[in-house]
């Protein structure tokens, strides 16, 4: 078998278990052949394949649509490509570590993913990644206890707030709302720097006053906190910060948190991001074709993995601009009939 290497980063541990399963694989190397950008892009994959897949925290929807994603792969293709999703902290950190060669297909908000390409934000140089489709959107979700005397992003000042995962792109979202309602992440809130599981055991022992999560609906973690503590949590509507969080990036749009979703007794107004998988320049052109057409041949498997998906739609899949499309995705895209 050939193997799109996932070499796992110190302390990654829990990259062992999601990829034990596959441990008895090797082979080479996988980036694309020297002649690659010549060749005909045909999405068949020639040899049998393993590419790794970066997600997001576990009771997030990357990591479940993620593993329902490598699960798709191997009978979409014949058997000659499959995948390994594995628990990450999401964005930025995906981007790092897809560069690195440890992963090669990435989750990220697309305003990371724009300051990847652009060198700008986390990344102090423009990082050699392209898009295969732009996915579901992610919608900004703050909560805090109803106790915790918050109403407003402004109202956390001097509150234990979690603002996600280090290098997640919750974070570049927590610290951009917190900077945009006038506070300093830094200095006036008690920042705690948790995954959503951790994040959501604080909520509800007491420990964190509220927090900012950047993720599909519905987002399991969530789902738990509203179904356990719905009577002692609340959602902060953040929509008055758009026009500011506008003017940093385009990306920035807004939505609504259905009443639906974690059965709230209101909906409330938010701030959403486009999700986009992303890749290295290099990957191979038919993986990258072949992976592109498994999300959208496969878009309802997916959605029964997490309604999330649902809205993964040919009609946005090319708007990625300023992150070019793989020329592997533009291929399977234009089969595919995305305008």
């Known amino acids: 078998m050939r193997r799109i290497d996932v070499r796992v980063a110190a302390g990654l541990s829990v990259l062992a278990l999601v990829t034990a399963g596959a441990a008895g694989c090797g082979g080479q190397q996988g980036g694309a052949a020297k002649d690659d950008a010549a060749s005909e892009v045909t999405c068949e994959v020639a040899q049998e394949t393993r590419v790794g897949i970066a997600t997001g925290n576990a009771t997030g ?43 090669d297909v990435a989750f990220s908000l697309f305003d990371t993913a724009v300051n990847a390409v652009e060198g700008k934000g986390s990344f102090t140089a423009p990082q050699p990644v392209e898009a295969l489709a732009r996915i579901y959107d992610n919608y900004t979700q703050v ?110 749009q807004a939505g609504t948190i259905g009443r639906d979703a974690y059965r709230t007794a209101t909906d409330t107004p938010t701030i959403v991001v486009p999700n986009v998988l992303l890749v290295r320049k290099d990957l191979d052109a038919n993986v990258a074709c072949a992976i592109t057409r498994t999300v959208f041949d496969k878009r309802d498997a997916l959605a029964q993995a997490n309604p999330a998906a649902k809205g993964i739609s040919l009609e946005t899949a090319r708007k990625t601009e300023p992150v070019a499309l793989h020329r592997g995705a533009d291929k399977a895209l234009k089969d595919l009939g995305a305008n």
């Open 61 to 103: 929807v990357y990591y479940v649509v993620g593993n329902a994603l490598a699960g798709q792969l191997s009978g979409a293709t014949g058997g000659k490509l499959s995948g390994t999703a594995a628990e990450t902290g999401a964005s930025v950190q995906n981007v790092e570590q897809l560069v690195a060669g440890q992963y």
């Open 143 to 252: 909560v805090v206890r109803n106790d915790s005397g918050i109403n407003s992003v402004a109202d956390m000042r001097g509150k234990r707030i979690s603002t996600g995962s280090p290098k997640s792109g919750t974070e570049v979202i927590a610290n951009r709302l917190l900077e945009a309602a006038g506070l300093d992440p830094a200095k006036d809130v008690r920042a705690q720097r948790l995954d959503l599981t951790k994040t959501v055991e604080g909520v509800k022992d007491g420990s964190v006053d509220g927090f900012f999560w950047s993720g599909g609906l519905p987002t399991g973690g969530l789902t738990d906190l509203f179904t356990t503590a719905g009577d002692r949590v609340k959602f902060v509507d953040i929509a008055a910060l758009l026009p500011k969080m506008t003017e940093l990036s385009p990306a920035y």
